[in-house]
C-alpha cells in the first residue's frame, strides 16, 4: 500500500482501550461521589448507563443530539429511572466531570497498539487521530498513555461541530494536515462513522473488527480483528 502517505486512526476502542478504561473510570467515580447511597446496585447501574450512553453516541454520531445534552442526560436518565430528584442536573453534571477527569487518567491500551504506531512511524507514514471524543479529555488521554508522541495533529469533531460519519469532518481533516483524500487512509473500529465516513469522503479503509460485529453496508477495503494484523496491510 505504498500510495497511502498518510495514517489518520480512531482514539476510543482502536488504539486506547476505551471500554476497559470506562469501566475503570465509572466504578471509581460511583464510589467516589457516594453515588450507592441512592443507587445501591452497581451492576444495574452500570448496565443502564453503558445501554443509555450507547443509544446517545449513535444519535451524537449523526448530529442529533449535541454534546452538552449527550453528557447530562447519560446520567440524568440513570437518576430520573428511580426517581431521584435532580430538578437542574447538578447531580449529573458532576457525576460526568468526574468520571471524565478519571477517564482521561486511564492508560490501558489496545493489545498492539504500541508496536502498531512504532512500525508505522518507522515505516514514515504522517500519523493523526480523528475522533468524535470530546476536546477536553482526548489529548489527555494520550498523554496519560504514553502515546501523544507518534501523532502530528489531532483533529477533533469538536474543533468544528461536525461529526464523523459526515463528509466534512473528514475534509477538514484532510485542509488542516495538507493531506490529500487520495494518499490516506483511515483505521478504525467504528463501522458506521469510521469505515462508512472513510469510504465516503474517498479515503482507505481498514475496519478494526475487533468484537466481530460485522459489515452492514459497503465492504471496507480491509477488516481485522487485531491491530498486529494492520501491519501486513500497511
Do not use: C
Not at 505504498?2 to 471509581?28: G, K, P
Not at 450507592?36 to 446496585?41: E, H, S
Not at 430538578?87 to 504500541?114: C, F, G, S, W
Amino acid at each position: 500500500m505504498t500510495q497511502y502517505r498518510n495514517i489518520f486512526i480512531d482514539l476510543d476502542d482502536t488504539i486506547w482501550d476505551f471500554t476497559a478504561n470506562s469501566h475503570v473510570a465509572l466504578e471509581v467515580m460511583y464510589h467516589d461521589l457516594d453515588i450507592a447511597r441512592i443507587y445501591p446496585n452497581y451492576e444495574l447501574f452500570a448496565q443502564r448507563y453503558y445501554a443509555k450512553n450507547s443509544e446517545l453516541w449513535a444519535l451524537y454520531h449523526h448530529g442529533k443530539i449535541d454534546k452538552d445534552f449527550l453528557v447530562v442526560e447519560r446520567y440524568a436518565h440513570l437518576l430520573r429511572s428511580i426517581d431521584y430528584p435532580d430538578p437542574d442536573n447538578t447531580l449529573a453534571a458532576r457525576m460526568n466531570k468526574y468520571y471524565l477527569d478519571i477517564l482521561a487518567e486511564q492508560t490501558q491500551l489496545v493489545p498492539y497498539a504500541v508496536e502498531l504506531l512504532q512500525y508505522l512511524k518507522n515505516r514514515g507514514y504522517n500519523l493523526y487521530i480523528i475522533s468524535n471524543g470530546f476536546i477536553e479529555v482526548q489529548q489527555r488521554k494520550l498523554q496519560s498513555a504514553g502515546i501523544a508522541q507518534y501523532f502530528s495533529r489531532i483533529v477533533l469533531s469538536d474543533e468544528i461541530g461536525i461529526n464523523k460519519p459526515d463528509r466534512r469532518l473528514f475534509d477538514y481533516a484532510l485542509q488542516v494536515t495538507n493531506s490529500n483524500a487520495n494518499e490516506t487512509l483511515l483505521i478504525g473500529d467504528n463501522y458506521d462513522a469510521d469505515i462508512l465516513g472513510a469510504i465516503n469522503a474517498g479515503w482507505g479503509q481498514i475496519y478494526f473488527d475487533r468484537n466481530h460485529r460485522g459489515i452492514t453496508d459497503k465492504q471496507p477495503q480491509h477488516t481485522v480483528d487485531s491491530l498486529d494484523k494492520v501491519m501486513q496491510i500497511l
